[in-house]
Protein backbone atom coordinates (compact mmCIF):
# COMPACT_ATOMS: atom_id res chain seq x y z
CA UNK A 1 0.00 0.00 0.00
CA UNK A 2 0.86 3.45 -0.79
CA UNK A 3 1.56 5.36 2.00
CA UNK A 4 -0.45 8.75 0.52
CA UNK A 5 -1.96 9.05 4.33
CA UNK A 6 -3.70 6.97 6.77
CA UNK A 7 -5.70 4.21 5.72
CA UNK A 8 -9.55 4.47 5.41
CA UNK A 9 -12.35 1.77 5.36
CA UNK A 10 -11.90 1.07 1.90
CA UNK A 11 -8.39 0.14 1.75
CA UNK A 12 -9.46 -1.96 4.78
CA UNK A 13 -12.23 -3.69 3.30
CA UNK A 14 -10.51 -3.66 -0.15
CA UNK A 15 -7.63 -5.67 0.91
CA UNK A 16 -6.40 -5.09 4.40
CA UNK A 17 -8.89 -7.23 5.86
CA UNK A 18 -8.32 -10.55 3.55
CA UNK A 19 -4.57 -10.02 4.32
CA UNK A 20 -5.44 -10.38 8.05
CA UNK A 21 -6.81 -13.53 7.13
CA UNK A 22 -4.79 -14.68 4.54
CA UNK A 23 -1.47 -14.06 7.55
CA UNK A 24 -2.98 -17.36 9.10
CA UNK A 25 -3.20 -19.55 5.53
CA UNK A 26 0.11 -18.88 3.96
CA UNK A 27 3.81 -16.65 4.19
CA UNK A 28 2.98 -13.33 3.32
CA UNK A 29 4.76 -10.36 2.43
CA UNK A 30 3.25 -6.88 3.35
CA UNK A 31 4.74 -3.86 2.84
CA UNK A 32 4.43 -0.03 3.11
CA UNK A 33 5.12 1.03 -1.16
CA UNK A 34 7.39 4.06 -0.51
CA UNK A 35 8.77 4.37 -3.48
CA UNK A 36 5.42 4.16 -5.38
CA UNK A 37 4.36 6.99 -3.83
CA UNK A 38 6.85 9.11 -5.33
CA UNK A 39 5.88 8.02 -8.78
CA UNK A 40 2.95 10.57 -8.27
CA UNK A 41 3.53 12.44 -5.45
CA UNK A 42 7.35 13.20 -6.03
CA UNK A 43 6.90 17.03 -5.90
CA UNK A 44 6.10 16.95 -2.14
CA UNK A 45 7.00 14.78 0.03
CA UNK A 46 6.87 16.54 3.47
CA UNK A 47 4.67 14.11 4.76
CA UNK A 48 6.21 10.93 3.12
CA UNK A 49 8.30 9.49 6.57
CA UNK A 50 5.48 10.38 8.75
CA UNK A 51 2.64 8.47 6.37
CA UNK A 52 4.69 5.33 5.92
CA UNK A 53 4.52 4.99 9.96
CA UNK A 54 0.92 5.91 9.89
CA UNK A 55 0.36 2.90 7.16
CA UNK A 56 2.48 0.58 9.27
CA UNK A 57 0.09 1.38 12.40
CA UNK A 58 -2.74 0.81 10.28
CA UNK A 59 -1.37 -2.72 8.99
CA UNK A 60 -1.10 -3.55 12.75
CA UNK A 61 -3.80 -2.01 14.49
CA UNK A 62 -5.81 -3.73 11.61
CA UNK A 63 -4.29 -6.98 12.97
CA UNK A 64 -1.46 -8.10 10.97
CA UNK A 65 1.12 -9.74 13.40
CA UNK A 66 4.52 -9.62 12.74
CA UNK A 67 5.06 -13.12 13.89
CA UNK A 68 2.68 -14.45 10.92
CA UNK A 69 3.84 -12.14 8.41
CA UNK A 70 6.65 -9.87 7.24
CA UNK A 71 6.16 -6.52 7.38
CA UNK A 72 8.21 -4.13 5.82
CA UNK A 73 9.23 -1.02 4.48
CA UNK A 74 9.87 -0.85 0.62
CA UNK A 75 12.37 1.52 0.72
CA UNK A 76 14.18 -0.56 3.35
CA UNK A 77 14.76 -3.46 1.28
CA UNK A 78 17.49 -2.27 -1.80
CA UNK A 79 16.70 -5.24 -3.61
CA UNK A 80 13.89 -4.32 -4.85
CA UNK A 81 15.23 -1.27 -7.06
CA UNK A 82 18.17 -3.49 -8.35
CA UNK A 83 15.57 -6.03 -9.37
CA UNK A 84 13.63 -3.50 -11.17
CA UNK A 85 16.69 -2.02 -13.00
CA UNK A 86 17.63 -5.75 -14.34
CA UNK A 87 14.17 -5.88 -15.28
CA UNK A 88 13.81 -2.87 -17.51
CA UNK A 89 16.92 -4.38 -19.49
CA UNK A 90 14.43 -6.31 -20.41
CA UNK A 91 11.03 -5.10 -20.89
CA UNK A 92 10.02 -3.49 -24.35
CA UNK A 93 8.68 -0.07 -23.86
CA UNK A 94 5.23 -0.90 -25.23
CA UNK A 95 4.38 -3.31 -22.68
CA UNK A 96 4.34 -0.27 -20.21
CA UNK A 97 2.57 2.13 -22.19
CA UNK A 98 0.05 -0.13 -22.72
CA UNK A 99 -0.59 -0.66 -18.92
CA UNK A 100 -4.65 1.00 -18.74
CA UNK A 101 -3.96 2.91 -15.42
CA UNK A 102 -0.80 4.41 -17.69
CA UNK A 103 -3.22 6.91 -19.71
CA UNK A 104 -6.02 6.37 -17.30
CA UNK A 105 -4.23 7.86 -14.36
CA UNK A 106 -2.49 11.21 -16.74
CA UNK A 107 -6.38 11.59 -17.54
CA UNK A 108 -7.13 11.70 -13.83
CA UNK A 109 -4.38 13.89 -12.60
CA UNK A 110 -4.56 16.52 -15.43
CA UNK A 111 -2.69 19.48 -13.10
CA UNK A 112 0.21 16.68 -12.30
CA UNK A 113 3.30 16.10 -14.48
CA UNK A 114 3.21 12.32 -14.89
CA UNK A 115 5.31 12.34 -18.14
CA UNK A 116 7.98 11.10 -15.96
CA UNK A 117 10.10 7.76 -16.37
CA UNK A 118 9.11 6.51 -12.56
CA UNK A 119 5.42 6.89 -13.46
CA UNK A 120 5.78 4.70 -16.51
CA UNK A 121 7.90 2.48 -14.79
CA UNK A 122 5.68 1.62 -12.02
CA UNK A 123 4.46 -1.18 -13.22
CA UNK A 124 7.50 -2.85 -13.51
CA UNK A 125 8.38 -2.36 -10.14
CA UNK A 126 5.54 -3.93 -9.07
CA UNK A 127 6.36 -6.94 -10.95
CA UNK A 128 9.77 -6.46 -8.97
CA UNK A 129 7.95 -6.19 -5.92
CA UNK A 130 5.96 -9.35 -6.57
CA UNK A 131 8.49 -11.72 -8.04
CA UNK A 132 11.63 -10.98 -5.76
CA UNK A 133 10.12 -12.82 -3.28
CA UNK A 134 9.23 -15.69 -5.61
CA UNK A 135 5.20 -16.32 -4.57
CA UNK A 136 3.12 -18.35 -5.39
CA UNK A 137 0.30 -16.06 -5.06
CA UNK A 138 -0.49 -12.62 -5.55
CA UNK A 139 -3.53 -11.67 -3.44
CA UNK A 140 -5.72 -9.16 -5.63
CA UNK A 141 -9.25 -8.10 -6.14
CA UNK A 142 -10.63 -9.12 -9.42
CA UNK A 143 -10.33 -5.48 -10.98
CA UNK A 144 -6.66 -6.04 -10.65
CA UNK A 145 -6.22 -9.31 -11.69
CA UNK A 146 -5.20 -8.17 -15.24
CA UNK A 147 -2.33 -6.56 -13.52
CA UNK A 148 -0.74 -9.29 -12.59
CA UNK A 149 -0.22 -10.47 -15.84
CA UNK A 150 2.16 -8.01 -16.75
CA UNK A 151 4.33 -9.58 -13.62
CA UNK A 152 3.99 -12.82 -15.28
CA UNK A 153 5.35 -11.77 -18.52
CA UNK A 154 8.66 -10.28 -17.27
CA UNK A 155 8.84 -13.40 -15.25
CA UNK A 156 8.29 -15.29 -18.80
CA UNK A 157 10.40 -13.17 -20.39
CA UNK A 158 12.98 -12.99 -17.68
CA UNK A 159 13.26 -16.70 -17.76
CA UNK A 160 13.31 -17.26 -21.52
CA UNK A 161 16.84 -14.68 -21.20
CA UNK A 162 18.29 -16.23 -18.10
CA UNK A 163 18.45 -19.72 -16.38
CA UNK A 164 20.45 -21.06 -13.64
CA UNK A 165 21.83 -24.65 -14.59
CA UNK A 166 18.67 -24.84 -16.64
CA UNK A 167 16.33 -24.07 -13.99
CA UNK A 168 13.72 -21.04 -14.23
CA UNK A 169 14.51 -18.28 -11.44
CA UNK A 170 10.93 -17.08 -11.05
CA UNK A 171 7.59 -18.66 -11.17
CA UNK A 172 4.49 -17.26 -12.81
CA UNK A 173 3.08 -16.38 -9.90
CA UNK A 174 -0.92 -16.94 -9.97
CA UNK A 175 -3.68 -14.72 -9.45
CA UNK A 176 -5.33 -15.20 -5.88
CA UNK A 177 -8.78 -13.59 -6.01
CA UNK A 178 -10.40 -12.12 -2.94
CA UNK A 179 -13.10 -10.75 -2.08
CA UNK A 180 -12.98 -7.10 -2.52
CA UNK A 181 -16.15 -5.12 -1.77
CA UNK A 182 -16.59 -1.60 -3.13
CA UNK A 183 -17.03 0.94 -1.01
CA UNK A 184 -19.05 4.15 -1.36
CA UNK A 185 -17.40 7.57 -0.13
CA UNK A 186 -19.72 9.56 2.14
CA UNK A 187 -20.43 11.52 -0.93
CA UNK A 188 -21.66 8.52 -2.95
CA UNK A 189 -18.66 8.00 -5.22
CA UNK A 190 -16.17 5.52 -4.70
CA UNK A 191 -14.49 6.04 -1.38
CA UNK A 192 -11.10 7.84 -1.79
CA UNK A 193 -8.68 10.36 -0.12
CA UNK A 194 -8.33 12.40 -2.97
CA UNK A 195 -12.44 13.20 -2.77
CA UNK A 196 -12.29 13.92 0.61
CA UNK A 197 -14.67 11.15 1.08
CA UNK A 198 -13.64 8.91 3.30
CA UNK A 199 -13.42 7.36 6.75
CA UNK A 200 -10.71 6.55 8.29
CA UNK A 201 -9.72 3.43 10.09
CA UNK A 202 -7.89 5.24 12.88
CA UNK A 203 -10.42 7.91 13.55
CA UNK A 204 -12.22 8.44 16.61
CA UNK A 205 -15.89 7.09 17.11
CA UNK A 206 -17.21 10.83 16.66
CA UNK A 207 -15.44 11.74 14.00
CA UNK A 208 -17.12 8.39 12.26
CA UNK A 209 -20.63 9.13 13.31
CA UNK A 210 -20.20 12.77 12.33
CA UNK A 211 -19.59 11.49 8.49
CA UNK A 212 -22.00 8.68 8.37
CA UNK A 213 -24.39 11.35 9.74
CA UNK A 214 -23.26 13.72 6.60
CA UNK A 215 -23.14 11.11 4.19
CA UNK A 216 -25.31 11.04 1.11
CA UNK A 217 -27.84 8.91 0.58
CA UNK A 218 -30.15 6.98 -1.95
CA UNK A 219 -33.25 8.50 -0.69
CA UNK A 220 -33.71 11.94 -1.08
CA UNK A 221 -37.36 12.56 0.85
CA UNK A 222 -38.72 10.24 3.31
CA UNK A 223 -41.60 8.55 1.34
CA UNK A 224 -38.62 7.71 -1.42
CA UNK A 225 -38.27 4.18 -1.44
CA UNK A 226 -33.89 3.09 -1.40
CA UNK A 227 -31.40 0.60 -2.76
CA UNK A 228 -28.93 0.12 0.48
CA UNK A 229 -26.29 -0.91 -2.33
CA UNK A 230 -26.53 2.23 -4.13
CA UNK A 231 -26.36 4.02 -0.27
CA UNK A 232 -23.01 4.83 1.06
CA UNK A 233 -24.62 3.87 4.55
CA UNK A 234 -26.08 0.68 3.28
CA UNK A 235 -22.66 0.05 2.19
CA UNK A 236 -21.31 -0.36 5.27
CA UNK A 237 -24.44 -1.97 6.88
CA UNK A 238 -23.05 -4.94 4.07
CA UNK A 239 -20.02 -4.97 5.63
CA UNK A 240 -19.94 -4.25 9.13
CA UNK A 241 -24.10 -5.06 10.27
CA UNK A 242 -24.91 -8.22 11.74
CA UNK A 243 -27.13 -10.41 9.45
CA UNK A 244 -30.27 -9.41 11.52
CA UNK A 245 -29.50 -5.65 11.35
CA UNK A 246 -29.09 -5.62 7.56
CA UNK A 247 -32.35 -7.40 6.34
CA UNK A 248 -34.14 -5.04 9.04
CA UNK A 249 -32.76 -1.83 6.73
CA UNK A 250 -32.81 -3.54 3.63
CA UNK A 251 -36.04 -3.89 4.09
CA UNK A 252 -36.86 -0.54 5.73
CA UNK A 253 -35.07 0.70 2.97
CA UNK A 254 -36.26 -0.31 -0.40
CA UNK A 255 -40.35 -0.36 1.39
CA UNK A 256 -39.53 3.22 3.28
CA UNK A 257 -40.59 1.75 6.38
CA UNK A 258 -37.69 3.50 8.38
CA UNK A 259 -35.67 6.84 7.78
CA UNK A 260 -32.62 7.38 6.75
CA UNK A 261 -31.80 8.83 10.22
CA UNK A 262 -32.43 5.56 12.06
CA UNK A 263 -30.47 3.68 9.10
CA UNK A 264 -27.66 5.83 10.04
CA UNK A 265 -27.46 5.77 14.10
CA UNK A 266 -27.34 1.50 13.32
CA UNK A 267 -24.83 1.45 10.96
CA UNK A 268 -22.45 4.16 13.49
CA UNK A 269 -23.12 1.66 15.90
CA UNK A 270 -21.77 -1.41 13.63
CA UNK A 271 -18.76 0.43 12.40
CA UNK A 272 -18.03 1.79 15.52
CA UNK A 273 -18.14 -1.71 17.46
CA UNK A 274 -16.09 -3.01 14.35
CA UNK A 275 -13.67 -0.16 14.64
CA UNK A 276 -12.69 0.11 18.39
CA UNK A 277 -10.68 -3.15 18.99
CA UNK A 278 -8.40 -1.69 15.79
CA UNK A 279 -8.44 2.03 17.44
CA UNK A 280 -7.45 0.42 20.81
CA UNK A 281 -4.56 -1.26 19.18
CA UNK A 282 -3.24 1.75 16.95
CA UNK A 283 -3.48 4.19 20.17
CA UNK A 284 -1.45 1.02 22.31
CA UNK A 285 1.02 1.06 19.63
CA UNK A 286 1.35 4.80 18.65
CA UNK A 287 2.63 5.41 22.42
CA UNK A 288 5.64 3.29 21.65
CA UNK A 289 7.11 4.46 18.90
CA UNK A 290 10.36 2.31 19.26
CA UNK A 291 8.13 -0.76 19.71
CA UNK A 292 6.60 -0.42 16.46
CA UNK A 293 10.53 0.76 14.57
CA UNK A 294 11.49 -2.58 16.32
CA UNK A 295 8.85 -4.53 14.22
CA UNK A 296 9.62 -2.61 11.14
CA UNK A 297 13.52 -3.28 11.67
CA UNK A 298 12.69 -6.69 12.11
CA UNK A 299 10.17 -7.00 9.41
CA UNK A 300 12.94 -5.26 7.04
CA UNK A 301 15.78 -7.94 8.44
CA UNK A 302 13.12 -11.10 7.22
CA UNK A 303 12.19 -9.07 3.71
CA UNK A 304 16.14 -8.54 2.79
CA UNK A 305 17.09 -11.62 3.35
CA UNK A 306 14.47 -13.39 1.32
CA UNK A 307 15.17 -10.82 -1.45
CA UNK A 308 18.28 -11.12 -1.14
CA UNK A 309 18.68 -14.91 -1.81
CA UNK A 310 16.31 -14.27 -5.05
CA UNK A 311 19.03 -11.39 -5.88
CA UNK A 312 22.36 -14.24 -5.63
CA UNK A 313 20.10 -16.34 -8.44
CA UNK A 314 19.34 -13.49 -10.71
CA UNK A 315 22.61 -11.90 -10.52
CA UNK A 316 24.53 -15.12 -11.30
CA UNK A 317 21.59 -16.58 -13.66
CA UNK A 318 22.50 -12.98 -15.68
CA UNK A 319 26.55 -13.47 -15.53
CA UNK A 320 27.00 -10.64 -13.08
CA UNK A 321 30.53 -10.49 -11.57
CA UNK A 322 29.88 -11.81 -7.95
CA UNK A 323 31.21 -9.16 -5.47
CA UNK A 324 33.20 -12.03 -3.87
CA UNK A 325 32.33 -14.58 -0.70
CA UNK A 326 32.84 -12.14 1.41
CA UNK A 327 29.87 -10.40 1.13
CA UNK A 328 27.53 -13.31 1.58
CA UNK A 329 26.73 -14.62 4.82
CA UNK A 330 24.92 -18.10 3.09
CA UNK A 331 26.52 -21.82 3.82
CA UNK A 332 27.02 -23.97 0.98
CA UNK A 333 27.25 -26.60 2.38
CA UNK A 334 24.03 -28.92 1.73
CA UNK A 335 25.62 -27.96 -2.45
CA UNK A 336 29.22 -29.14 -1.58
CA UNK A 337 29.85 -32.63 -3.10
CA UNK A 338 32.83 -33.26 -0.75
CA UNK A 339 32.96 -34.22 3.06
CA UNK A 340 35.02 -32.62 5.10
CA UNK A 341 36.84 -34.32 8.38
CA UNK A 342 34.83 -36.00 11.38
CA UNK A 343 36.51 -33.72 13.73
CA UNK A 344 35.07 -30.46 11.92
CA UNK A 345 31.90 -31.16 11.54
CA UNK A 346 29.29 -30.88 13.98
CA UNK A 347 26.34 -33.12 13.13
CA UNK A 348 26.77 -36.99 13.05
CA UNK A 349 24.71 -38.54 10.24
CA UNK A 350 25.42 -38.62 6.56
CA UNK A 351 23.27 -36.39 5.72
CA UNK A 352 23.46 -33.95 8.55
CA UNK A 353 27.07 -34.63 7.99
CA UNK A 354 26.76 -30.94 5.86
CA UNK A 355 26.06 -28.60 8.29
CA UNK A 356 29.25 -27.73 9.16
CA UNK A 357 29.46 -24.64 11.25
CA UNK A 358 33.15 -25.28 12.62
CA UNK A 359 34.79 -24.42 9.03
CA UNK A 360 35.18 -21.12 8.40
CA UNK A 361 35.56 -21.06 4.95
CA UNK A 362 32.28 -23.24 4.39
CA UNK A 363 30.55 -20.18 5.92
CA UNK A 364 31.78 -17.77 3.60
CA UNK A 365 31.07 -19.26 0.62
CA UNK A 366 28.83 -17.98 -1.34
CA UNK A 367 24.98 -19.96 -1.71
CA UNK A 368 25.41 -19.41 -5.76
CA UNK A 369 29.38 -20.43 -5.72
CA UNK A 370 29.12 -24.49 -4.85
CA UNK A 371 32.38 -25.81 -5.19
CA UNK A 372 32.92 -28.61 -7.62
CA UNK A 373 35.09 -31.06 -8.08
CA UNK A 374 36.11 -30.55 -11.60
CA UNK A 375 36.73 -26.44 -11.86
CA UNK A 376 38.60 -23.69 -9.75
CA UNK A 377 36.73 -20.59 -8.03
CA UNK A 378 37.80 -17.86 -7.49
CA UNK A 379 36.73 -15.24 -5.17
CA UNK A 380 37.76 -11.60 -4.40
CA UNK A 381 37.65 -10.30 -0.84
CA UNK A 382 36.40 -6.85 0.30
CA UNK A 383 40.39 -5.38 -0.26
CA UNK A 384 40.30 -6.99 -3.64
CA UNK A 385 42.70 -10.00 -2.99
CA UNK A 386 42.20 -12.95 -5.60
CA UNK A 387 41.22 -16.06 -3.84
CA UNK A 388 42.07 -19.23 -5.87
CA UNK A 389 40.01 -22.49 -4.58
CA UNK A 390 40.27 -25.61 -5.85
CA UNK A 391 39.55 -29.50 -5.05
CA UNK A 392 41.52 -32.03 -6.18
CA UNK A 393 40.97 -36.11 -5.04
CA UNK A 394 43.79 -38.46 -4.36
CA UNK A 395 45.40 -40.26 -6.54
CA UNK A 396 48.82 -42.57 -5.13
CA UNK A 397 49.75 -40.00 -2.43
CA UNK A 398 49.00 -37.28 -4.67
CA UNK A 399 47.02 -33.92 -5.64
CA UNK A 400 46.70 -31.83 -8.67
CA UNK A 401 45.17 -28.63 -8.44
CA UNK A 402 44.71 -27.13 -11.85
CA UNK A 403 44.38 -23.28 -11.71
CA UNK A 404 43.68 -20.66 -14.79
CA UNK A 405 47.09 -19.18 -15.19
CA UNK A 406 45.73 -15.51 -13.12
CA UNK A 407 47.93 -14.23 -10.76
CA UNK A 408 46.06 -15.44 -7.83
CA UNK A 409 46.84 -13.68 -4.13
CA UNK A 410 45.67 -16.77 -1.89
CA UNK A 411 45.28 -20.10 -2.80
CA UNK A 412 42.68 -22.64 -1.40
CA UNK A 413 43.29 -26.16 -1.73
CA UNK A 414 40.81 -28.30 -0.68
CA UNK A 415 42.08 -32.41 -0.89
CA UNK A 416 40.23 -34.88 -0.44
CA UNK A 417 41.59 -37.99 0.87
CA UNK A 418 40.42 -41.92 -0.43
CA UNK A 419 37.76 -41.49 2.55
CA UNK A 420 36.26 -38.67 0.48
CA UNK A 421 37.41 -36.47 3.57
CA UNK A 422 38.38 -33.39 2.56
CA UNK A 423 41.23 -31.41 3.98
CA UNK A 424 41.92 -27.69 3.72
CA UNK A 425 45.16 -25.82 3.34
CA UNK A 426 45.22 -22.17 2.41
CA UNK A 427 48.14 -20.88 1.25
CA UNK A 428 49.01 -17.35 2.01
CA UNK A 429 50.14 -14.97 -0.69
CA UNK A 430 53.83 -14.53 -0.15
CA UNK A 431 53.94 -18.52 -0.64
CA UNK A 432 51.94 -17.98 -3.79
CA UNK A 433 53.70 -15.35 -5.04
CA UNK A 434 57.25 -16.30 -4.66
CA UNK A 435 56.52 -19.62 -6.77
CA UNK A 436 53.74 -18.67 -9.11
CA UNK A 437 55.89 -18.87 -12.20
CA UNK A 438 57.62 -22.67 -10.82
CA UNK A 439 54.64 -23.96 -10.69
CA UNK A 440 53.72 -26.57 -13.70
CA UNK A 441 52.06 -25.42 -17.19
CA UNK A 442 49.49 -27.54 -18.80
CA UNK A 443 47.41 -26.64 -21.52
CA UNK A 444 47.09 -22.98 -20.66
CA UNK A 445 46.62 -23.96 -17.00
CA UNK A 446 49.16 -23.80 -14.14
CA UNK A 447 49.23 -27.10 -12.02
CA UNK A 448 49.86 -27.09 -8.30
CA UNK A 449 50.94 -30.83 -6.98
CA UNK A 450 51.04 -31.79 -3.55
CA UNK A 451 52.12 -34.55 -2.09
CA UNK A 452 51.95 -36.84 1.06
CA UNK A 453 55.25 -35.73 2.77
CA UNK A 454 55.54 -38.07 6.50
CA UNK A 455 52.74 -37.07 8.54
CA UNK A 456 51.49 -34.53 6.69
CA UNK A 457 51.43 -32.71 3.50
CA UNK A 458 53.75 -30.70 0.96
CA UNK A 459 54.27 -28.21 -2.07
CA UNK A 460 55.72 -29.83 -4.93
CA UNK A 461 57.65 -26.60 -6.70
CA UNK A 462 60.71 -28.39 -9.64
CA UNK A 463 61.56 -31.38 -7.34
CA UNK A 464 61.53 -29.49 -4.00
CA UNK A 465 58.91 -29.90 -1.62
CA UNK A 466 57.66 -27.42 0.76
CA UNK A 467 55.61 -28.33 3.87
CA UNK A 468 52.56 -26.46 3.98
CA UNK A 469 50.90 -28.78 7.20
CA UNK A 470 51.35 -24.96 9.23
CA UNK A 471 48.78 -24.00 6.46
CA UNK A 472 45.95 -26.50 7.29
CA UNK A 473 43.04 -24.95 8.45
CA UNK A 474 45.03 -21.39 8.82
CA UNK A 475 41.97 -18.83 7.75
CA UNK A 476 44.13 -15.76 9.03
CA UNK A 477 45.28 -14.99 5.31
CA UNK A 478 42.20 -15.05 4.28
CA UNK A 479 40.53 -12.64 6.61
S1 LIG B 1 -32.43 3.87 4.59
FE1 LIG B 1 -30.30 3.56 4.93
S2 LIG B 1 -29.60 2.45 3.16
FE2 LIG B 1 -31.54 3.30 2.62
S3 LIG B 1 -31.06 5.23 1.68
FE3 LIG B 1 -31.43 5.67 3.82
S4 LIG B 1 -29.42 5.57 4.75
FE4 LIG B 1 -29.27 4.59 2.74
Given at each position: ?R????L ?10 NW ?11 FV ?7 T?Y????R??D??L?V?L ?11 C ?9 Q??E?H ?10 W??R ?7 QQ???D ?10 Y ?7 I ?19 L?R????R???F ?7 V??E ?7 S????G ?9 YG??I?L ?20 L?D ?6 C ?13 T???I ?5 Q???T????K ?8 S ?14 K ?9 QG ?5 K??EE ?30 V??S ?54 L???RF???P ?14 LH??ILPP??V?D?W ?17 G ?12 PIQ??K ?7
Amino acid sequence: MRPTGKLHLGNYVGALQNWVKLQHSHECFFFVADWHALTTDYDDTSRLADNTLEVLLDFLAAGLDPEKCTIFVQSHVKQHAELHLLFSMITPLGWLERVPSYKEQQQNMPDKNLHMYGFLGYPLLQAADILIYRPDFVPVGEDQAAHVELTREVARRFNHFYTLQGKLVFPEPQVLLTPSPKLLGTDKRKMSKSYGNSILLSEESDQVAEKIRNSVTDRPKLTDKGNPRDCPVGNLHQIFSDPKTLVYITQGCTQATITCVECKELAIKSVNSHLEPIRERRRHLSQKPEHLREIMRQGDQKALKASEETMVLVRESIGLLSMGSMELPISSAKELPLRVPESSATAKTEDERWEISATPWLERVAKSHPLRKDRPRTFITRRGRKVGVHTAAEHGGLWKFRFTDRPLNVLVLLAEDKERYLHDYILPPKLVQDHWKQFAREDGNVVISVKKAGDGIALVVKDQDIPIQQYKGNYADLE
